[in-house]
């Protein structure tokens, strides 16, 4: 095991040496997400604590980490992961700030949260508003009722009981989870998509036990997919917003974004916040939308209550989200964030190199020739491009995504 991490006697010790004006903030995973939460927090001063389940998460190595852990894997071991945390939290010198990384760690610190509350703060509302957004049937149910567009849906527990498939699905469709995580686990998918009357009953099939909800395709292209990044505090008022749009993802089917811009498009900021504010949601979300041109109307796809993989991308065009989180969370003052880049780009270089070498052919939304080149010579271009990983300032995570190449098994867990 690297020297890296501690645990035990010699973590409670490190614990000791944490500055005692300032709450730490306690990141987990700490893979691209928790990289880009760490150095937002740590530039500004606040101690960051990571924890991973694998030592080759590159936010472990971040020099914004102050303390670097390794920790049970919650989706496996939850009960283990909370032990941790209640162990690390009554060694705090004041209430930390809880910052989950992904839907699991949001779905097990949720479940404790009662317990958690006596050394944590959370920046971020309670199970029942999270769920309520996450589970796909009651979301799309709610925006229904508040007239936010949705794709068409259909939702086969409502089906009669032979499991009779409607006649108006249009193909292709979409077959959605709706617990997307758990899904996922099973599969290594986000979703299924289904060309026949045939090829949706075997999808449904398939996904059991996994209740699903089946959608139309909605949009043209990639860059019809736009989200709208916020942080709303606890009386349901939006103190930042950012917005993005994909220009690349992967895996190239339901992949994640691996280049993303911002866009000044911010007409479906009202149905966002909503959609938020019936679920009584507070805290950092990304709300995803898609363009129909058909009707010229933004429709609602997604709602992820957690900070997210390009998150990098609002913090770098001046939206500090998780400091407003955590300044908050805390009840220091806090105004209202808006960009302060007229444009600003993301990039996952790993994975956009990785789309590339599969799709050679591929021009759209590519970067440029000369920032190409910056990457290769190991420089960063100046201006509106950030990377995920590499940054002069702290130049080792990127050392620990290089090695992580050429080692097999390691997943990214964004």
């Known amino acids: 095991m690297n020297d890296l991490?501690?645990?035990g006697n010699e973590l409670w010790l490190e614990l000791k040496d944490l500055p005692k004006d300032k709450a730490p903030a306690v990141v987990f995973n700490a893979h691209i997400t928790g990289l880009a939460i760490a150095r937002s927090l740590g530039k500004a001063g606040v101690p960051v604590i990571a924890l991973d389940r694998d030592g080759r998460a590159v936010g472990l190595h971040s020099k914004y980490a102050f303390a670097s852990v390794l920790c049970p894997n919650p989706f496996t071991e939850e009960a283990a992961f909370i032990e941790l945390l209640l162990e690390i939290g009554k060694r705090l010198p004041q209430k930390g700030v809880l910052y989950p990384c992904n839907d699991e760690w949001v779905?097990?610190?949720?479940?404790h949260r009662e317990q958690l509350e006596a050394h944590y703060e959370f920046p971020f509302a309670e199970w029942e508003a999270v769920e309520s957004l996450l589970n796909k049937e009651k979301l799309y149910k709610r925006a229904a009722e508040l007239s936010i567009p949705i794709p068409a849906t259909w939702y086969p527990n409502d089906w009669d009981k032979d499991g009779s498939i409607p006649d108006d699905i249009p193909y292709p469709c979409i077959v959605k989870p709706i617990e997307q995580r758990s899904f996922y686990e099973a599969f290594q998918k986000k979703a299924i998509t289904a060309e026949s009357r045939e090829e949706l009953a075997d999808a449904i099939a398939a996904a059991a036990p996994h209740p699903v909800v089946?959608?139309?395709?909605?949009?043209?292209?990639l860059s019809?997919?736009?989200s709208l990044c916020t942080y709303v505090d606890t009386t349901g008022e939006v103190k930042g917003y950012f917005t993005g749009r994909k220009l690349e993802q992967y895996p190239?089917?339901?992949g994640t974004g691996c280049l993303v811009e911002s866009s000044p498009v911010d007409e479906f900021v009202a149905d966002a916040a909503k959609i938020l504010n019936a679920a009584g949601y507070y805290g950092i979300s990304e709300i995803e939308f898609i363009y129909d041109k058909r009707d010229g109307s933004y429709k609602l796809l997604d709602v992820n209550t957690r900070v997210w993989k390009w998150i990098g991308?609002?913090?770098?065009a001046g939206v500090n989200l998780p400091l407003l989180a955590y300044r908050d969370a805390l009840g220091l003052p806090i105004g209202q964030e808006h960009p302060v880049k007229d444009y600003a780009k993301w990039v996952y270089y790993q994975d956009y190199m990785s789309l590339k070498q599969e799709r050679p052919n591929h021009v759209h939304g590519h970067l440029t020739d000369e920032e190409l080149t910056h990457f290769v010579s190991g420089k960063m271009p100046s201006g509106n491009?950030?990377?995920?990983?590499?940054?002069?300032?702290d130049p080792t995570p990127s050392v620990r995504l290089l090695k992580n190449q050429y080692q097999?098994?390691?997943v990214c867990p964004c």
């Open 5 to 7: 991490f501690i645990q």
């Open 252 to 254: 190239q089917s339901f």
């Open 107 to 111: 779905l097990a610190v949720s479940r």
């Open 385 to 393: 491009l950030i990377d995920a990983v590499y940054d002069e300032d």
């Open 214 to 221: 089946v959608q139309e395709i909605v949009g043209e292209a």
């Open 313 to 316: 991308l609002p913090v770098f």
């Open 224 to 226: 019809d997919f736009y």
């Open 408 to 410: 097999s098994g390691y």
